[in-house]
């Protein structure tokens, strides 16, 4: 039974078998006579063919000598095909799908030599719905002449003598879902004069390209843009970048393709040359998918040259070598409009003579390395690119500069900032102030504020400030800056933290003084230089001819200087703190012609000055130590000016206040010296900034005064030669910015009085009725007489100061009442 069973089986499968030869063998040769009119009937291309094999059981399809053409070649809606093949062989061709669904499908493709023109089908809009199909798993070419064109004519991607080999392809023209013609797994490639279009706006080509060992090799390749520079901002306002691209070779490995993003590994060009043309166009956000999308895990760049220029062809930076190494590079819709037109995980730049421009200035530098976390830029250089006086300028070079940073990006173009360390080594700058510079808002809009840095160290360093034609200029200068903070409001405002800055020589030329000194010390609780002088360019006649009114010219020497307390001068809230100022050994010459004409502007008074100060000004203690000051006047008729001596000046005030604080506003001032180095004098002076109508109080004494002492300023100036002594004056006046009055008391003995001719001799005559009018001696002491004076606006408070010592020498000398001063004066004119 189980034997019978068995042969019936055997029987059957053979049946089945040769039934199966017999199908095959049918329909291949039904195939053979009926698949050219089944393809021209239920498809969309004319095929023809030498010859073909075809197995119902493999599904694979043998042709030889095909040719393809399109049936209705103005058809959009397919992909039109136009060509001939050398031989064609299909694996897995669903003969059923195509026999009855109209379907092709093939899992693997071999053209042996084709020559085809490819035509893709319009891309459907959202609103169609269209079923997709992917005709081709895996392809392979031999020896291919292809040529791709969008829908429309437009040619689209082109490649002789392509040898390729494609696993799991599939191709498109770009839609909403797909930017990118094609797209694969995996690939194998040897081509000449490749071609590809990507868009609107450049053409990619290359000599040849080659694969091995999944490394794809591309000599000569171009990415050119297809509008001049002029063009591009007008005929592409959504973009703010465009490249022009050559490179002698460039190599890759693991390149994905995959509808919106293009993906590769080791991306190396050689010796490639980068122009990139920058617009100032406002750029819009475009939808997402407009452009695809490229990812480079590494991207390297060997012996580079880079040029960035404007659209106008203005460069704005170059570099002739550039060796750049860039991890997780990608370019995108997004990242193109940035001044840095891509993102990054981590770099290194190392670059050799590099050069750029921005507004008025153009610079080089020698060498440059880069990281994200660092850099170091070798011999600088800056200079002003034109002579633009209404721009400020800097001249700048430096040996060496290096920073670090915890962060920096650009983002909606501003460059964000948080900068570690500065160091500069051996700099030598200038800056220039712009001609016209009145007062404006700074406002910087490519820097996102606030800017930190955390330490900046400049060293060894020559710096000049130049501010209409009066130089400040430093040299020996070193500075360490700490937490400095950088911000932006209608002017940039500058928070230094903690510094230490030192300079070996300062010098401020002006017009009419050079001013120097050494040996600089200042940080946040202490100013300290030695050395100071304050020094006239010109001689006095000069300085007369020179004045329109009349000035006082300053001689002055210091040789140390030193101030102790807390300060913040450069930030947006002001303040200045001094617990101590003490000025040593300092000699100051005052000298004024009244040669020229009166200055009739209105002078404030001291305690105006300081209420006109605008932020918080506090002095607690100034004291000026074994100081000479001098005072010398000099009229048309004077013989030389005429000479007063204050030596061994000491003076302390304390509380100098702006008044922009409560509390206490009164201003104390003390002052010991010897009047014309003679007599020993004693002042007290009293201010408060907090009285409008500046009241003050100064009272004070001079004692064994020898007449002749004052000679030398009386004798040139009033031609009057005194003899005889001074025993005591005292003083002890009150006032306001209206006038002064008060008290005065002198004790005097043989005091005689010669007037002089312009020739110095003495006119007898007239000495002699004048000596009659003064009282030669005093009583023991003398009651004080009481004054009083109006103050001339025009005038300083010292003159008025003088004008009450003056009506006291009258009213004591001389004897004159308050109702003859008037006529007196009238008559001493």
Known sequence: MNKRWAKKGVIALAIIMILGIVANLGLHLWLQHKLPEIIKKKSDYVVSYQSLQVSLITGSIVAQDISIETKHSENQEILRLKGKINALEISRFGIYRAVFKKEFYFNELFLDKPDLQIILARPKLDSEKRKTQDLIKNIRIDGGNMQVFTAKGKKLLSVNQLDLEVQNIRMTEKSRESVLPLAFD????????????????????????????????????????????????????????????????????????????????NFTLEQPEILMHTSTASVERKKKGETPELKLDDIVLKNAKIEIRKTNGETIFGSEKVNLGINKFILDQETSKETIPFTYADFKVFGENISFAAKSQKGKIGSISLTPKSGKLNRISVVPSGNNSNNSSLQFTGNQLTFTTNHWSFKNNKLHLDIEN???????????????????????????????????????????FLNKEQPLTITGLTANVNSLKISQTDQLVFDPGNYSITARNLHYKTRFYNIKTNNVNLNPSTIQMEDFTMIPTVSRSEFIRMIPVEKDLYTLK???????????????????????????????????SKIPKDDASVKPMYSELLRRISFPFTVQKLELKSALLEYEEDTEKSEGPGKLTFGNFNMTAQNINSGKRSGNTKIPIRIQCRFMNASPMN????????????????????????????????????????????????????????????????????????????????KKVLSAIVNIFVKSDSENFPDSVQIKAERDPSRSFFNLFWKGIEDGLKRTLIGISPGEKKETEANSK
């Open 558 to 592: 210091a040789p140390k200087i030193s101030i102790q307390g807390k300060w913040n001068l450069l930030s947006k809230n002001k303040s200045f703190n001094a617990d101590q100022i003490t000025i040593q050994s300092a000699h100051a010459n005052i000298f004024r």
């Open 186 to 265: 995996h690939y194998d490639i040897q081509s000449e004069e490749f071609f590809y279009q990507p868009d609107d706006l450049y053409i990619v080509s290359a000599k040849s390209i080659n694969t091995e060992r999944g490394k794809m090799v591309i000599d000569e390749f171009r990415l050119i843009p297809q509008v001049k520079p002029q063009q591009f901002e007008k005929s592409f306002p959504e973009r703010k970048n465009m490249f022009h691209i050559t490179s002698k070779e460039v190599h890759f490995t693991d390149i994905q393709l995959n509808k919106t993003i293009i993906s590769m590994a």
């Open 422 to 464: 500065i160091t500069v080594n051996e700099a030598k700058g200038s800056l220039r102030a712009a001609a016209n510079s009145q007062p404006k808002k700074t406002q910087v809009s490519t820097i996102h504020f606030p800017v930190k840095i955390r330490n900046i160290l400049v060293k060894n360093s020559d710096f000049t």
């Open 683 to 762: 002042v007290s002076w009293n201010l408060d900034t907090a009285s409008k109508d500046d009241r003050f109080q100064i009272k004070g004494s001079i004692a064994d005064l020898p007449a002749p002492r004052i000679n030398p300023f009386i004798e040139p100036y009033l031609k009057i030669r005194a003899t005889g002594s001074i025993d005591a004056l005292n003083f002890d006046f009150n006032g306001n910015k209206s006038g002064i009055l008060g008290a005065m008391q002198i004790k005097h003995k043989d005091l005689k009085v010669t007037l002089l001719k312009e020739t110095g001799e003495k």
